[in-house]
């Protein structure tokens, strides 16, 4: 999710300002791998009786170079001061809407968040009193907190009456215009703190290495320990004396009121810009749902297709063949899954596990069906401490962020989000997907997908970074996908476990065919060049040595679905009837190219995979197909908006491709 952070330097300290903004500039730049998306600062300084919020839609990166921010520690601060800091990855609420960004103001209370919330729309009904002023889910944490402070209730324990009403995932951080305490609070864990008591400074941040890395940088004594806020714990600490105190909002506890803790008077001063001019993504379309709608000449094209008489493969999946009883060479040269079992499950992380409660493994955290019941596995049937970890290249739908929301939320999971500069990665496939429509090859649709491939490298980097040897990775291994690769000439390689393991030889023929096609269509030649050069060697390259959960228990479609539902409130797409990739905003455009022009998408290999292990008979796959592959039609508007595509227009050139040149190709 975002990047969280900020410090409090308590009175009498002789922590200077041109340290603070070193600590403050690494702070932003550090927690720029969280959110690039907008970025924000909120300092409160007690003698001046204010405090000031500094906010814009651009990257951390770039706000530390703003002539408003410089001039921040060009004055002449006083100290107690506390300041707060936010890096933006956009979820609720878009991003040119300042008011959106954060930290966000309201009801006396600014505030930093990290994570969703994903009922925030039922809690504005359940709470109609409340006036919503934003569209960003952080809004209702300030208004709830207010709503039972005024109540005069305790700090503490509005913090745990609004934490009991949300669901998702919340780190927060906040300040007040009438309470002299700085408050944190987590039900995931994803915050950590560094108290130096002698140079009275108190430090927090989203991730542990993100203040280790700060310590190394910026001098500052290490011998303080770095600690976790661990789910359902709360920290308020003085801001003039830096006084910590603990308190655990998952029950009732005695604790002081408000009028105790210590009123104050402060005027909270936004001197944001209102708006900010920059080009926009997002373009109108006028377009119909009728321009996706399937025409009954081409379903009848796709359904008098040959097929396997055992699977439901078509005669357009590169290199079938048909025996004389009409089964193909995929069925022929398929060998069933061996499940290894979970004793031999936790046999193999039996070395890794903590012993003191510390995290103990990675799970790679798509968002997606399998990895969110792969994390409840983790951490609820192995009983191990996880980190779920995600790589968000701008490609992760809200609907799937929610989600993420939802498992870390309710399993108390710290969640690492990576992000990448999701500006440039929308603008690369804007790119290759205009220059794709110029020479449309089912080959290289390959390209639209290569974004996310550093998914691999970051998992490697995380896991050196948190110290923790064991990454548990959740590849179904019904999702073997050889046509795309085949499109590219690649003949498949029966039986191999993962999809990177092409070989040697394939690998260096995937590479020419890509040179072919760039030198023949020099669109391709673009701001993407390295960053898809960069994929191929972290999907191809670099080691994947993980634990593959699904190589040790039976991925079972029923019961991964039950378990999300009724245990996490799993959130499912509108436009299809699968829970497969509802969360990838790629998937419904690839897989409209492919089902048009090619006639099957990736559910017909899937569900000839399940075919094959005897989970369905081949009447069921072709009835589950025909309503998977129907066009998503929101899904790909998303997709086009969102990376500023013309909708009419690609729609259009699709829609006018040859539905028989893959035929004449590879026959």
């Given at each position: 999710?975002?990047?969280?952070?900020g410090?409090?330097?308590?009175?009498?300290?002789?922590?200077?300002?041109?340290?603070?903004?070193?600590?403050?500039?690494?702070?932003?730049?550090?927690?720029?791998?969280?959110?690039?998306?907008?970025?924000?600062?909120?300092?409160?300084?007690?003698?001046?009786?204010?405090?000031?919020?500094?906010?814009?839609?651009?990257?951390?990166?770039?706000?530390?170079?703003?002539?408003?921010?410089?001039?921040?520690f060009g004055?002449?601060?006083t100290?107690?001061?506390?300041?707060?800091?936010?890096?933006?990855?956009?979820?609720?609420?878009?991003?040119?809407?300042?008011?959106?960004?954060q930290?966000?103001?309201?009801?006396?209370?600014?505030?930093?968040?990290?994570?969703?919330?994903?009922?925030?729309?039922?809690?504005?009904?359940?709470?109609?009193?409340?006036?919503?002023?934003?569209?960003?889910?952080?809004?209702?944490?300030?208004?709830?907190?207010?709503?039972?402070?005024?109540?005069?209730?305790?700090?503490?324990?509005?913090?745990?009456?609004?934490?009991?009403?949300?669901?998702?995932s919340?780190?927060?951080?906040?300040l007040?215009?009438?309470?002299?305490?700085?408050?944190?609070?987590?039900?995931?864990?994803?915050?950590?703190?560094?108290?130096?008591?002698?140079?009275?400074?108190?430090?927090?941040a989203?991730?542990?290495?993100?203040?280790?890395?700060?310590?190394?940088?910026?001098?500052?004594?290490?011998?303080?320990?770095?600690?976790?806020?661990?789910?359902?714990?709360?920290?308020?600490?003085?801001?003039?004396?830096?006084?910590?105190?603990?308190?655990?909002?998952?029950?009732?506890?005695?604790?002081?009121?408000?009028?105790?803790?210590?009123?104050?008077?402060?005027?909270?001063?936004?001197?944001?810009?209102?708006?900010?001019?920059?080009?926009?993504?997002?373009?109108?379309?006028?377009?119909?749902?009728?321009?996706?709608?399937?025409?009954?000449?081409?379903?009848?094209?796709?359904?008098?297709?040959?097929?396997?008489?055992?699977?439901?493969?078509?005669?357009?999946?590169?290199?079938?063949?048909?025996?004389k009883?009409?089964?193909?060479?995929?069925?022929?040269?398929?060998?069933?899954?061996?499940?290894?079992?979970?004793?031999?499950?936790?046999?193999?992380?039996?070395?890794?596990?903590?012993?003191?409660?510390?995290?103990?493994?990675?799970?790679?955290?798509?968002?997606?069906?399998?990895?969110?019941?792969?994390?409840?596995?983790?951490?609820?049937?192995?009983?191990?401490?996880?980190?779920?970890?995600?790589y968000?290249?701008?490609?992760?739908?809200?609907?799937?962020?929610?989600?993420?929301?939802?498992?870390?939320?309710?399993?108390?999971?710290?969640?690492?989000?990576?992000?990448?500069?999701?500006?440039?990665?929308?603008?690369?496939?804007?790119?290759?997907?205009?220059?794709?429509?110029?020479?449309?090859?089912?080959?290289?649709?390959?390209?639209?997908?290569?974004?996310?491939?550093?998914?691999?490298?970051?998992?490697?980097?995380?896991?050196?970074?948190?110290?923790?040897?064991?990454?548990?990775?959740?590849?179904?291994?019904?999702?073997?996908?050889?046509?795309?690769?085949?499109?590219?000439?690649?003949?498949?390689?029966?039986n191999?476990?993962?999809?990177?393991?092409?070989?040697?030889?394939?690998?260096?023929?995937?590479?020419?065919?890509?040179?072919?096609?760039?030198?023949?269509?020099?669109?391709?030649?673009?701001?993407?060049?390295?960053?898809?050069?960069?994929?191929?060697?972290?999907?191809?390259?670099?080691?994947?040595?993980?634990?593959?959960?699904?190589?040790?228990?039976?991925?079972?479609?029923?019961?991964?679905?039950?378990?999300l539902?009724?245990?996490?409130?799993?959130?499912?797409?509108?436009?299809?009837?699968?829970?497969w990739?509802?969360?990838?905003?790629?998937?419904?455009?690839?897989?409209?190219?492919?089902?048009?022009?090619?006639?099957?998408?990736?559910?017909?290999?899937?569900?000839?995979?399940?075919?094959?292990?005897?989970?369905?008979?081949?009447?069921?796959?072709?009835?589950?197909?025909?309503?998977?592959?129907?066009?998503?039609?929101?899904?790909?508007?998303?997709?086009?908006?969102?990376?500023?595509?013309?909708?009419?227009?690609?729609?259009?050139?699709?829609?006018?491709?040859?539905?028989?040149?893959?035929?004449?190709?590879?026959?």
């Amino acid at each position: 999710m975002c990047g969280i952070f900020g410090v409090t330097v308590g009175k009498n300290s002789n922590f200077s300002t041109s340290s603070l903004k070193l600590t403050l500039d690494n702070l932003f730049k550090l927690s720029e791998s969280r959110g690039k998306e907008s970025a924000g600062i909120a300092f409160l300084e007690k003698e001046k009786e204010s405090i000031k919020v500094y906010k814009k839609p651009e990257p951390a990166s770039f706000l530390i170079h703003d002539k408003k921010y410089k001039k921040i520690f060009g004055s002449s601060l006083t100290y107690p001061l506390t300041i707060l800091g936010h890096a933006r990855l956009v979820t609720n609420g878009t991003l040119e809407n300042n008011k959106n960004n954060q930290p966000v103001v309201k009801d006396g209370i600014v505030g930093i968040h990290n994570g969703i919330i994903v009922n925030d729309e039922k809690l504005w009904k359940d709470f109609h009193k409340l006036t919503r002023n934003y569209e960003v889910d952080t809004e209702v944490i300030l208004s709830l907190v207010r709503f039972f402070l005024n109540k005069a209730q305790s700090l503490p324990e509005a913090v745990r009456k609004t934490f009991k009403q949300i669901e998702g995932s919340a780190s927060i951080g906040l300040l007040f215009n009438d309470i002299n305490y700085l408050l944190l609070a987590t039900n995931t864990g994803s915050l950590y703190i560094y108290h130096n008591k002698d140079n009275r400074i108190f430090i927090f941040a989203s991730e542990r290495y993100i203040l280790e890395t700060l310590l190394k940088k910026t001098g500052l004594d290490s011998s303080f320990k770095i600690s976790q806020v661990l789910p359902e714990e709360g920290y308020l600490i003085d801001i003039s004396d830096l006084a910590i105190e603990k308190f655990s909002f998952n029950k009732k506890g005695g604790f002081r009121f408000q009028e105790e803790i210590g009123l104050a008077n402060f005027k909270i001063i936004d001197f944001s810009p209102k708006s900010f001019q920059r080009t926009a993504l997002y373009r109108k379309t006028q377009a119909s749902r009728k321009m996706v709608e399937i025409s009954y000449e081409t379903l009848r094209a796709i359904r008098s297709l040959k097929r396997c008489a055992k699977c439901i493969l078509p005669e357009t999946m590169p290199f079938i063949e048909f025996d004389k009883n009409g089964v193909c060479n995929y069925c022929k040269n398929y060998q069933n899954i061996k499940i290894k079992g979970e004793a031999a499950l936790r046999k193999a992380v039996a070395p890794y596990r903590s012993k003191n409660g510390e995290p103990d493994c990675i799970v790679a955290f798509s968002g997606g069906r399998d990895s969110s019941y792969a994390l409840h596995y983790v951490k609820n049937i192995l009983k191990m401490n996880p980190v779920a970890y995600s790589y968000d290249w701008g490609m992760l739908t809200d609907l799937g962020r929610r989600n993420q929301a939802r498992m870390c939320g309710k399993l108390g999971v710290e969640h690492i989000i990576i992000s990448a500069d999701i500006r440039q990665k929308r603008e690369n496939i804007r790119k290759n997907v205009l220059a794709w429509l110029k020479k449309p090859d089912l080959g290289m649709v390959l390209l639209f997908m290569a974004g996310d491939k550093q998914y691999f490298y970051y998992a490697n980097k995380l896991r050196k970074q948190l110290g923790i040897d064991l990454i548990i990775y959740s590849e179904n291994p019904f999702e073997k996908t050889d046509f795309k690769s085949g499109f590219c000439g690649i003949p498949p390689k029966f039986n191999i476990k993962h999809a990177y393991n092409l070989g040697l030889l394939n690998k260096t023929k995937l590479a020419f065919y890509y040179l072919k096609q760039y030198l023949s269509n020099p669109g391709y030649l673009n701001s993407s060049l390295l960053d898809t050069t960069y994929a191929y060697a972290s999907s191809y390259f670099i080691p994947h040595d993980y634990v593959y959960l699904y190589q040790y228990i039976k991925w079972d479609e029923k019961k991964v679905t039950e378990t999300l539902i009724s245990d996490y409130n799993w959130e499912f797409s509108c436009d299809t009837t699968t829970s497969w990739r509802i969360g990838d905003g790629t998937a419904a455009f690839y897989n409209y190219i492919y089902y048009l022009v090619a006639g099957f998408t990736e559910n017909d290999t899937f569900r000839s995979n399940q075919i094959r292990e005897g989970l369905i008979s081949r009447k069921e796959a072709l009835k589950l197909v025909e309503e998977e592959n129907k066009p998503r039609y929101d899904s790909l508007m998303w997709y086009c908006n969102t990376n500023g595509i013309n909708f009419t227009k690609i729609i259009e050139i699709i829609n006018s491709i040859p539905k028989h040149h893959i035929l004449e190709r590879f026959h």
